[in-house]
């Protein structure tokens, strides 16, 4: 059984999932940051913190998940991200998901929000709402710059609230949902790092109130 309060794996399953609340911080192992369970409008919650004088520093935070080794599947979590108090003028709220990671977060694949840009009055703008990047290779500004548009999309975010993700991976193929929707809001038909595996982990940047809730992987 995973240590991650609430799990299950079903063995015979020919598509095991497993289920972690996020309500408590064991068995989260931290990269460049603290985790700390705290109650998040009205709900138990996962706090992604950044390391003592990073508060406002351009980096990562990680909290990778003590499960299964993810190749193929969906991954869905509850994320709530807003800029910090006093973060510089810049920031978005960056919040999501990196999957198939590997080398604690040194390679990966990601899908994030920006939740602030969505309902800016500057469209472009709202366009650059969610991404997608790989590291180390394909920065957001690598792909911005090389496939204007390919990467990243609009989605409707309201900053600090609760919003599902759901991303749906096979082989070098992957689809970002928001809130329930029936349509992806976001596709990418060429993952960088190609058809390969690794864990499953909590991101946020630096700047940003990160909270993480309702984990499901199958």
Not at 44 to 62: C, F, I, K, T, W
Not at 140 to 150: A, H, I, T
Not at 154 to 161: E, K, N, R, S, T
Not at 173 to 191: F, M
């Amino acid at each position: 059984m995973f240590s991650l309060c609430e799990s299950r794996i079903r063995a015979l399953d020919p598509k095991p999932s497993a289920t972690f609340a996020l309500d408590s911080a064991a068995g989260l192992e931290a990269v460049n940051a603290k985790t700390e369970a705290v109650t998040y409008r009205g709900r138990r919650a996962v706090h992604l913190v950044p390391m003592p004088g990073q508060e406002n520093a351009d980096g990562d935070m990680l909290a990778l998940i003590a499960g299964p080794d993810f190749k193929d599947g969906t991954i869905e979590v509850d994320v709530a991200g807003a800029p910090r108090t006093g973060a510089p003028t810049d920031s978005r709220g960056f919040i999501g998901v990196a999957f198939r990671v590997q080398s604690q977060g040194d390679k990966a694949e990601f899908f994030y929000l920006r939740p602030t840009n969505a309902r800016s009055d500057e469209q472009l703008r709202r366009n650059h709402s969610t991404q997608y990047t790989s590291s180390p290779e394909f920065p957001w500004e690598r792909l911005r710059k090389e496939s204007p548009g390919v990467y990243e999309s609009y989605v409707d975010l309201d900053p600090g609230a609760w919003t599902r993700m759901k991303i749906v991976v096979s082989g070098t193929r992957a689809q970002l949902y928001v809130n329930g929707a029936d349509e992806p809001c976001l596709v990418v038909n060429d993952l960088k790092h190609g058809d390969t595996h690794g864990r499953i982990a909590l991101w946020a940047h630096t700047t940003t109130e990160a909270y993480f809730s309702n984990l499901q992987v199958q």
